[in-house]
């Protein structure tokens, strides 16, 4: 009967351990899957930003180029003016 009892006993210990065991496992899978989303999101935001970077860029160089064609209009009407003047 003693032998029973601490036969039970061993194996409730056991089930305890192995119960521990497989909730560790889970919460570091869990932390894994967590931190694999963070590290996913983290690369779309970057990817974002970069991507808002670029079109800022284009569109300064678009005013650039506006800019530059405005002025080279002002220059030929300026030299017309002259030529006509001169």
Do not use: A, Q, R, V
């Not at 305890?16 to 899957?33: I, R, V, Y």
């Not at 079109?55 to 405005?70: C, H, M, S, Y």
Request: aromatic share 0%.
């Amino acid at each position: 009967m003693e032998e029973k009892k601490k036969k039970e006993e061993e194996e409730e210990e056991e089930e305890e351990e192995e119960g521990e065991e497989n909730k560790e496992k889970k919460e570091g899978e869990e932390e894994k899957e967590k931190k694999g989303e963070d590290k996913k999101k983290e690369e779309e935001e970057e990817e974002e930003e970069k991507k808002k970077k670029e079109e800022e860029g284009e569109e300064e160089k678009k005013e650039k180029k506006e800019e530059e064609k405005k002025e080279e209009g002002e220059e030929k009407k300026t030299k017309e003016k002259n030529n006509k003047i001169g």
